[in-house]
Nanobody, 125 residues
């Protein structure tokens, strides 16, 4: 499966963006889908994930996105979204979507099999 991420850009603190991850060559409903991000000089970190049946969503607590970010999936469009509200300068990063085959889910980027190219989000103060 190929993943295409889009929707990044420059936004002021407190603003919102919606990232999209569209799949080709496979269906997003068949994978655990996740968003990661990597800030300059930092390791890539898990942001949010959604289960194969879209029954469960997961958010990283360490980076305080829970309550501000929402992950969702539109199977008809074969797309996964990350709605980001109340953005902060520390949310500035390249955001990547990823897909995991099989069952289960994980926080480690090494557990994911397919990656989009990344989309840059810059939040100004």
């Amino acid at each position: 499966v190929q993943l295409q991420a889009s929707g990044g850009g420059l936004v002021q603190a407190g603003g919102s963006l919606r990232l999209s991850c569209t799949a080709s060559g496979g269906t997003v409903s068949s994978y655990f889908m996740a968003w990661f991000r990597q800030a300059p000089g930092k390791e890539r970190e898990f942001v949010a994930g959604i289960s194969r049946g879209s029954i469960s969503t997961y958010y990283a607590n360490a980076n305080s996105v829970k309550g501000r970010f929402t992950i969702s999936r539109d199977n008809a469009k074969n797309t996964v979204y990350l709605q980001m509200n109340s953005l902060k300068p520390e949310d500035t990063a390249v955001y990547y979507c990823a897909a995991m085959e099989g069952t289960g889910w994980g926080l480690g980027d090494y557990e994911y099999h397919y990656w989009g190219q990344g989309t840059l989000v810059t939040v100004s103060s």
